[in-house]
């Protein structure tokens, strides 16, 4: 831990809060970091003279490595309340594996301007569903292994391109297909721990041989934010989640959505005219 010493102090402060942030929204509000950490992190690592054309990269891969320990404990709180259908799990996970490692290889090949679109894009889709609060009917029952493993398969694959945990992706999926929302929310929270594991090792291996990558990298993966965002997310988190009950969620929801929007446009900016 010792190398954290060689880093400016002040950008892992500026990590140690967006970590803060980040954790206290995915309690308060059951959503994932990635929309949050992609636009910020692309950002500050502009700023601080990363690579221009794989901040992107950087971006989406350090958020991704960063869901990991927030995903792990989201999944043990919902598997204590009998809110995960395992059974889900384990037929969808291979999927799930082989589709989020091999988009996290594929962004890899991808530029950074139409992957900052593409990000853009599915946040202005799940910001559309907050704001109009989308709730798929559910219509028909899970289909066969083969259903349901081609499903994760798309659900990793688009995962990995954004860094999200699948939520956005996974529960509409689950309730369309009649399952419960508690159980469609707690069976996509154990998922997004295999779409963190397999996203993580695909931008690590995507970036293994890319030159020119900041100090204490792992691939695409940044360390430092990685661990100074973790640090924090994991103490806020529990915070949000108990102010759920207290704060008007509803509106903190759109509110959020606006937030995913303007960050995201931030990105933009950053990526294509700074």
């Known amino acids: 831990m010792a190398w954290l010493t060689t880093i400016d102090s002040s950008w892992l402060l500026i990590y140690l809060a967006l970590g803060a942030v980040v954790g ?21 690592f502009a700023m601080q003279g990363f690579p221009r054309e794989h901040i992107v990269h950087l971006a989406l891969a350090t958020s991704m490595a960063a869901i990991i320990v927030t995903s792990l404990s989201s999944l043990r709180a919902h598997h204590k309340h009998g809110a995960v259908r395992w059974p889900i799990v384990v037929a969808i996970a291979p999927g799930i594996i082989a589709g989020t ?16 679109l593409f990000f853009v ?59 419960r929302l508690q159980q469609a929310i707690g069976t996509s929270a154990a998922i997004g721990l295999p ?21 204490y990298s792992v691939g695409y993966i940044y360390l430092p934010a990685v661990m100074a965002m973790t640090l924090l997310s994991v103490l806020t988190a529990p915070l949000g989640a108990a102010l759920a009950h207290r704060l008007p969620v509803a509106t903190l929801k759109k509110l959020f959505a606006f937030m995913l929007m303007a960050l995201s446009s931030k990105m933009l900016h950053t990526v294509f005219y700074s």
């Open 101 to 116: 490692f091999a988009g996290a290889v594929l962004a890899g090949m991808i530029p950074a301007k139409p992957l900052a």
């Open 24 to 44: 206290f929204f995915a309690g308060l509000l059951g959503v994932g970091g990635g929309g949050i950490m992609v636009p910020v992190l692309t950002t500050l």
């Open 195 to 215: 779409i963190a594991l397999a996203g993580s090792l695909g931008y690590w291996v995507s970036g293994w041989q890319v030159t020119g990558m900041p100090a």
């Open 121 to 179: 894009v599915f946040m202005a889709y799940v910001a559309l569903q907050m704001l109009l609060n989308v709730k798929p009917k559910p219509s028909r029952q899970l289909p066969g292994t083969v259903g349901v493993s081609l499903a994760g398969v798309v659900i990793g694959v688009i995962s990995a391109l954004v860094a999200i945990g699948g939520g956005s992706l996974s529960v509409p999926f689950m309730t369309w297909c009649n399952v």
